[in-house]
């Protein structure tokens, strides 16, 4: 589980790095260009694929977290205990998602 562990927080550096790039040139060019994003027809989409990203590079962020956090519940022994109910969380869903933090159970009633 660790290997695994370490491997998507991998990706997910590597994958925040790309958005954080991106993130940085979309900034350089609107800073770059005088567009009017009122009057500018495509203001609206640049505003929208910004929000986008933005939206984008929160949602890794936090999975950065999480899979951080699974990582050092892992070395003190704290791994796979459901923080709603304290029971253990099924290794199927570990296994498809290790760094849940709730079981089914839990994860359901919550409404994700
Ligand atoms: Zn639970």
Known sequence: MEKQLRRLLAENEAQLARLEREHERMVEAAEGSNADDEHDPEGSTIAFEREQLTAALERTRRTGDELRTALAELADGRYGVCERCGRPI??????????????????????N
Do not use: F, V
């Open 90 to 111: 099924a290794p199927e869903r570990l296994e498809a998602r290790p760094q849940s933090r709730t079981c089914i159970d839990c994860a359901r009633s919550a409404g």
